[in-house]
């Protein structure tokens, strides 16, 4: 199972740094990189489902801690998946921008035109359509934001519940000693019990022998 855990964490920190090439790429290329790092993903994901069945074979007393250790992978991941889906719908929402602003730009008008006069309509279609975009695109980025909120909410929580398990075991340690001290003072105790019974009983024997 480590052998798996830091060859996955390897790919996760791999992605991580492919991910701030995104807005370095022009735009003929970036499709391109979209592709790879999301195929990376994929293959993260496979090896996260190959952790956790060998998390649930782990002994008793390292299993939780395994269980944590492919949540936090699991938990990075998202976090990587998230981000490069927000990144396309920004890249889409630009290119379908541009697409029209060439679109207007390239309409002409001739004074021989038997319609001289600008669609107006379409003018003001257009710029709507922009401000939609562009409210969708908050809106994206506003959940984008919440869920990073979450996953670091998500993260803190196992950190803590990760903090809990290691005081409770160390607290089951303590216990287990305490237990093992008292079991031997008990048998301790047997064994002065049954001495003072022998030693009484050849003491009534004597009395009784020597001045019956």
């Known amino acids: 199972m480590e052998t798996l855990y830091h060859q996955t964490n390897k790919h996760i920190q791999e992605v991580q740094s492919l991910m701030g090439d995104l807005e370095r790429t022009d735009r003929q290329s970036v499709h391109l990189l979209e592709n790879e790092l999301q195929a990376r993903i994929d293959q993260i994901f496979n090896h996260l489902e190959r952790l956790e069945i060998l998390a649930s074979k782990e002994?008793?007393?390292?299993r939780q801690n395994a269980k944590l250790r492919v949540d936090q992978l699991k938990y990075d991941v998202q976090h990587l998946r998230t981000a490069l889906q927000n990144f396309q719908h920004r890249r889409y929402a630009r290119e379908a921008q541009d697409r029209e602003r060439e679109e207007l730009m390239s309409r002409t008008f001739t004074t021989n035109d038997a319609d001289t006069s600008i669609p107006m309509d379409e003018t003001l279609q257009l710029n709507s359509n922009l401000h939609n975009a562009h409210r969708g695109m908050d809106d994206l980025l506003g959940s984008g934001?919440?869920?990073?909120?979450?996953?670091?909410?998500?993260?803190?929580?196992l950190k803590g519940t990760h903090k809990k398990m290691l005081d409770v075991a160390n607290m089951l340690g303590l216990s287990n000693t305490v237990m093992r001290l008292i079991e031997r003072r008990a048998t301790q105790d047997k064994f002065i019990m049954i001495g003072g019974m022998l030693v009484t009983c050849v003491f009534i024997f004597l009395v009784v022998r020597y001045l019956g």
């Open 145 to 157: 934001s919440g869920i990073l909120n979450g996953l670091r909410d998500q993260r803190s929580t």
């Open 59 to 62: 002994p008793p007393n390292r």
